[in-house]
């Protein structure tokens, strides 16, 4: 390969056995270990046009990665030219305006920390190493999208380079439909370099924590949160979640090993401790911390329990409420649950995600009450087989009391055949427009949305 033709590039052009090639490629989910023939740390717009219109020249796969935390490692691809967004890391906020852009390569972390200084935020994932735009190419979800909405009903504008190498700006008055694809159809459109993002006033003292309980009584318990969370105001946010508790300290030495029900919540008003009681009440908690603190601290609350570098699996559904037959499937399943990081949650959604249009955006899950979804996580190869079979029957008994319909980014890597489901009636759309804008499928490396 003439590698020659790259030396515009600014950032950093790696090949195989290069300082710095396997960090560069490297995902949070470890059970993919893929070699890009060439990779290209870009450092601008322009470098990402020039890695565009080199692959695109030399025919060859191209690969875009963001944060890298694609559950099915969809950002880097076996051979072929990947482009690594992660040294741009811009943030240029007007906290008057109360907008944020943000460049490919800033985390969900970076970007919280920039608008807290002002006391804003946007809807951002639950996980801080999150690529800002990986994210809310899917949608994007997290705690004030019941408030606020999803990442995509919160995005102003967006700076792309497209398959044929134009540099061009999406908005709502400037090539609109490219705006609408974006906003949801993944990377499947163009590679954007940079992110406009509304901004809300947020903290910076906010209420959260989680309130542990043996899972024994989990059936009633869901039925209560059920009920509880019908009632309660879009500020308030509360994952239900399941997991083996790992024999740390942090937890009693009697619940190592065993599986748990822990509502892990977020309140927006601190002082919202009333609020919260009841689900203080349902039985003797074997730990409980829902308390004032910070929002940063709020969203970096599940990192710990993700780490990078480990092998995972995602599976999910979307679900149109927290029928009974959800909440039976859930306790039938996660006492058998397998995988040292496995766990499994129903996501309440509904408030400002429900309340916008269906065919605003191309993401098919307007509807959906709640999301259910499962991330089995282990360290050791072994276990492999025996973890995946566990997830894949839990997904497959849940589907039962499933729409039918899920959210792209939580799509696991051996059910591309889901991604026209995930879209329903948008995805005709997005083949139209996926037709204009990259008619020979050059950005093919995602949950791809193949041309007509
Ligand atoms: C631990 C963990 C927690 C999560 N929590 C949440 C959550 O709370 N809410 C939620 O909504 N989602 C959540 N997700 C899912 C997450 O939104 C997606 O995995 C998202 O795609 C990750 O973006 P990334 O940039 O980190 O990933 P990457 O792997 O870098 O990219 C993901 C996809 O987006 C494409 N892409 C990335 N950046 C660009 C760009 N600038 N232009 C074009 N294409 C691009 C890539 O090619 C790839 O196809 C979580 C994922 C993980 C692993």
Redesign the pocket.
Known sequence: MDISKLRSVVGRVLESGDAGFDEARA???ARFDRRPDLIVRCASASDVKASIDYAREHELRL?????????A????ADGGLLID?SPMKAVRMDAEARTVTVE?GV?CAELDAATQEQGLATPT???S???????A??????YLSRKYG??IDNVISAEVVTADGRRLRAASDENADLFWALRGG??NF????SLELRLHKVGPQVLSGQIMYPFDDAGDHLRFFRDFMAEAPDEFQCYPFCFRVPPIDVFPEESHGKPVLVFVLYHEDPEAAEFVQPLRELGEPILEEARLGRYVDAQTG?DAN?PKGQR?V?KAHDLSGLSDGAIDTMVEFVPRMVGPLTAAYFDPLGGAVGRVDPSATPYGGRSARYGFHV?AGWMDAAEEESVLAWASEFHSAMAAHATGGV?V??IADDETDRVSAAYGANYARLVELKQQWDPTNL?S???NIPPS
Not at 73 to 76: G, Y
């Open positions: 995902l949070w989910n690969s875009v990665k963001g944060g890298g935390h694609s559950y490692a969809n950002s880097v967004l490919g985390t994932p639950t996980v190493s999150v690529g800002v735009i990986g994210a190419l899917g949608g994007g979800s997290g999803l990442m993944g990377g163009g590679v954007v370099t599940f993700m995972y995602s991330i959210y980014n939580l950005f490396s995602n949950f």
